[in-house]
């Protein structure tokens, strides 16, 4: 009697989405492997992504909608094609990933998302011998996940960092994996035809059965709980086949359907909630939606959903993300060439003002049933549920467990299931257990904020909050002052600058230099992107080898479309810069942990360059970035995954100093003027200085942006502050001013914006203190004026490109037209162009050199002392240089005009005049004018006609 069973979800349907909820401007791969390439969290989804050789993945946030930033980030996370990726269902920020490189790496998502980098993965696994092919977290127990790798399964255990367990499984590839929902049986499917139930506990198949006749892509999805599994494959007529089994009687299918002729995968997808199973096809433009009854023996059809885009990936969402009001029961990512289209699947009610618990019955929560200590053990338990009900909870926040900070790590080690505090509260929490009210942990030491400004040697002590002891001291000094002292009022005028009218304009097209073949967009955070100086540019190009084209900015024009200079690093670039002592020397870091320092003649080369002058080998990972001296020859500073900062002595290419003391990423670091010392900016929250020379640790630390998606740090006035530009909390983008004596707190920040997800790039300008800041693809500049005092910061006039650009590089100072007001300048490269744009300042009398704002500049282009004597403790002092072309005179020296003759005197006697002197006197005038002698009127003189003039 089940066939008369009314189904609720029979009219389930895909919404029609409107084209502006896509995702687009995102650059999706076209990879081919087993996996389903796009998977989501609570928090976040993750795509396979362009170049499809690079092992690059895509992140954003699980419910983006719209257009994105052409300048998307997308994290280089293998060194070839990624097949397959998984999130765990207890952390909606663990993230496993697998290659074709034979690794399986897992990842810990921040927070605010990896828009300006992303630190290396927490743990990492060799495969083995052949590619790994899908990975898959357990479904009931923590940090345990499942990965195929030719003919074997293995899991591994996340918490020790090991393999738990492998099991040989099949004779041929297997294709698909799928664990039942009590976590107890895994299914499979494999290149040689047969399904196979595996129990990896007992290193053993239990049973099999044969499959798809076709050995092309099967897979394979357990039916929840079920004895029923589903697979999807080919027939021996090459036509898409589905089946449903009976683990319970494995012998033959308990009903199969032919899905036409297409060649595509199908792709499984299961909600045990509502017993719907989506099949989508690799190419097709169509998702079939099922219904799963009789207990598991058969599916129905409900619906098919009908769009204009070929589907590359598919996946669904965790049910906490979906609108439960508007009755969407699933939510589906479909990843598209166009981008990723957010499907929801909803069942239609007359009203939407109800919850409807027949639609939403109680699903698996985030928190783990057991320890993978315990599963292992061979223990077996259910996740518990919860409902979807509004009324039943007060919040649905992506799960990142508060006290594990990555498998792996000590607090990861002794958390056991169920430790973490649980992310959904359900109508029976009480008022004093919410968070907000929870007892506050004891708080740390008050010499905590002083020994901030110290060095350290234990960084987790000096980024430790103040007391409220300290805060509440503060607070009652502050108030005993104002009682004491009256305030007193004090005029001071408003400040204001010279270059607040600064102007931003587009060189002419002639100066342009067109033709750019393949420029890269997806430079790593850590790096400007582009660099050049009076004779060069330096542009990174797309794809695998490291190639950086060299190009003469002196020769404008459109560049040939072959034979360009180029030099390969062969392998992956990670930063570069040019030496600012010799135009014709670029060091270039990469991912494989080396330096290339190469050279070439003034006069420029053809072809390809190969082989570096110099390599310099000695971190142990991949290098964030690299930075000249600013006075001493040779010297090169660079920082790398590892958490070491090393100076090197190109002349020798060895490692002279290795700076240690971070804890995390180091998002930048920059030479003082002087070049005595070194600051940091970290992801841990800290801003560090180093005097190299005389010690390896910080002598100072401080906080320094609170946000973790990326910072510049940069000295203003010769030395004497500190600004770093970041993001804070909420994601806003700021720029903070610190005293170097006393980094306890910022001076004064600045939000610049928050809509913007990259990082402002900053160029000082030492002469006039102004700081241009852009992002990677954007359009506008934001100039700031840096002062030594408050209110620190005098936000200029901006520069909007018609354009956006993928970075700026400003030129020296000898490049600009000083005739023309011209006080900075600089190249801005696009997808295939590069544009000179000019700052100037509005002046009238353009004829006289313009003093004031051209102050002696330093010469910055010539060494003070050599490497070796800056090692051995010498310093020195760049000389400077006059600015003022030759046979203009100063504008200070013009004598200055005398104030212009006043139009009136007030020395002048002022006489008034009554009313009646003022009638008297027109009476008088009018008199005047009646008695002066008239001529007679025409009229008067009339003295009549002739007789003869009256006659006919």
């Given amino acids: 009697m089940n066939r008369f069973k009314v189904s609720k979800f029979k009219n389930a349907f895909c919404v029609n989405p409107k084209r502006e909820t896509w995702i687009t401007d995102v650059r999706t791969g076209s990879p081919s492997s087993c996996g389903n390439h796009i998977k989501a969290s609570g928090a976040y989804m993750v795509y396979n992504a362009d170049p499809p050789s690079g092992g690059c993945i895509g992140l954003l946030d699980v419910n983006s909608v719209g257009r994105q930033s052409q300048n998307l980030y997308l994290h280089h996370a293998h060194s070839s094609l990624v097949t397959d990726l998984d999130f765990s269902p207890f952390n909606d920020y663990l993230l496993a990933t697998c290659s074709q490189d034979k690794t399986i790496k897992i990842w810990d998502l921040p927070e605010g998302g990896f828009a300006d980098g992303l630190t290396g993965p927490v743990c990492s696994f060799q495969g083995g011998e052949r590619r790994v092919e899908n990975v898959l977290f357990h479904p009931t127990a923590k940090d345990l996940l499942t990965a195929s790798v030719y003919t074997t399964v293995k899991i591994y255990d996340l918490t020790q960092e090991e393999e738990a367990l492998a099991v040989e499984v099949a004779e041929d590839q297997l294709q698909g994996i799928s664990w039942k929902l009590d976590g107890t049986l895994l299914a499979t499917t494999s290149k040689d035809k047969k399904i196979r139930i595996v129990d990896p506990r007992a290193n053993s198949v239990t049973s099999e059965t044969q499959g798809h006749d076709d050995i092309r892509d099967s897979r394979v999805c357990w039916l929840g709980d079920r004895d029923h599994i589903l697979s999807t494959g080919f027939n021996s007529r090459r036509a898409r086949q589905v089946k449903v089994y009976d683990t319970r009687k494995f012998g033959t299918a308990c009903c199969s359907a032919d899905m036409g002729t297409a060649t595509g995968t199908m792709m499984p997808l299961y909600d045990p909630d509502t017993q719907l199973v989506f099949l989508c096809g690799k190419g097709d433009q169509r998702i079939g939606i099922f219904e799963v009854l009789d207990g598991g023996a058969r599916i129905s059809d409900c619906t098919t959903y009908s769009s204009d885009q070929q589907q590359k990936g598919i996946c669904l969402v965790p049910k906490k993300v979906l609108d439960v009001m508007s009755c969407e029961v699933g939510r589906l990512l479909q990843l598209t060439k166009q981008g990723i289209i957010p499907l929801k699947v909803e069942v239609p009610r007359t009203s939407h003002l109800n919850f409807y618990p027949e639609l939403f019955p109680e699903t698996a929560g985030d928190e783990p049933a057991l320890s993978s200590t315990q599963w292992l053990a061979g223990e077996n338990a259910q996740v518990a549920k919860f409902s979807l009900d509004p009324a039943k909870r007060k919040n649905m926040k992506p799960k990142k467990p508060a006290n594990q900070d990555a498998p792996g790590s000590a607090s990861s080690n002794q958390t056991q299931a169920g430790g973490d505090a649980p992310s959904i509260q359900t109508e029976d929490a009480k008022p004093d257990e919410s968070p907000s009210s929870a007892t506050p942990a004891p708080p740390a030491s008050s010499s905590t904020s002083a020994a901030m ?39 001071t005028m ?165 700076l240690e ?51 510049r740090i940069f000295w203003v006035h010769n030395g004497e502050l500190l600004a770093v530009s970041g993001f804070e909390k909420d994601s806003a983008r700021t720029v903070s001013l610190h005293d170097p004596k006393d980094l306890t707190e910022a001076l004064q920040t600045l939000v610049i914006d928050k809509a913007n997800p990259a990082t402002l790039i900053p160029c000082y300008d030492p002469d006039t203190h102004v700081v241009f800041m852009t992002g990677k693809g954007e359009r506008l500049v934001t100039c700031i004026e840096v002062l030594k005092e408050a209110p620190y910061f005098m936000p200029l006039s901006n520069y909007a490109s018609p354009e956006s650009h993928q970075a700026l590089s400003f030129l020296p100072k000898t490049c600009c037209r000083i005739k023309d007001v011209e006080f900075m300048r600089a190249l801005k490269l696009s997808k295939t162009t590069l544009e000179t744009i000019h700052f100037t300042l509005p002046r009238v009398k353009k004829e006289y050199f313009q003093d004031d704002a051209f102050p002696d500049t330093k010469v910055t282009w010539e060494p003070v002392s050599t490497g070796a004597d800056w090692f051995s403790g010498k310093n020195g002092e760049a000389r400077t240089m006059n600015l003022c072309p030759e046979g203009m005179k100063y504008l200070s020296s013009i004598p200055k005009a005398g104030p212009p003759p006043k139009k009136y005197s007030s020395e002048q006697e002022l006489t008034y005049k009554t009313d009646a002197e003022k009638r008297e006197e027109i009476m008088s005038s009018m008199n005047t004018k009646l008695s002066l002698k008239s001529e007679p009127l025409p009229q008067d003189k009339f003295e009549g006609v002739d007789d003869d003039e009256w006659d006919d």
């Fill in 453 to 491: 400004a110290t060095a350290s040697s234990s960084s987790s002590s000096s980024s430790a909050p103040a007391s409220s002891s300290t805060a509440k001291a503060s607070s009652a000094a502050s108030v005993s002052r104002t009682e004491n002292a009256s305030p007193k009022k004090k005029f």
């Fill in 494 to 658: 408003a400040k204001t600058s010279k270059f607040k009218h600064l102007q931003g304009t587009l060189g002419q097209r002639k100066d342009h230099i067109f033709n750019i073949r393949n420029a890269s967009i997806n430079v790593f955070g850590e790096s400007d992107g582009f660099h050049a100086n009076k004779k060069w540019a330096a542009v990174p190009l797309a794809g695998s080898g490291g190639l950086i084209t060299i190009i003469d900015i002196n020769k404008p024009g459109k560049l040939p479309e072959t034979g360009v200079p180029t030099v390969q690093n062969g392998s992956t670039m990670m930063d570069f810069c040019w030496d600012p002592f010799n135009d014709c020397r670029l060091a270039v870091a990469c991912d494989d942990a080396k330096i290339r320092v190469w050279s070439f003649p003034e006069e420029g080369f053809e072809g390809t360059l190969t082989e570096p002058d110099v390599f310099l080998l000695g971190h142990q990972e991949k290098i964030y970035f690299i930075k000249f001296h600013p006075l001493a020859s040779d010297v090169l500073l660079s920082a790398s995954f590892d958490m070491f900062l090393k100076v090197w002595d190109l002349t020798t290419g060895e490692e002279i100093l290795s």
């Fill in 661 to 711: 003391g971070h804890t995390d990423q180091i998002f930048s670091a920059a030479w003082s003027p002087d070049g005595k010392r070194i600051a940091t900016v970290c992801k841990d929250g800290l801003i560090r200085i180093y005097e190299p020379r005389s010690s390896n640790t910080p002598v100072a630390q401080g906080p320094g942006p609170e946000g973790s998606r990326g910072a």
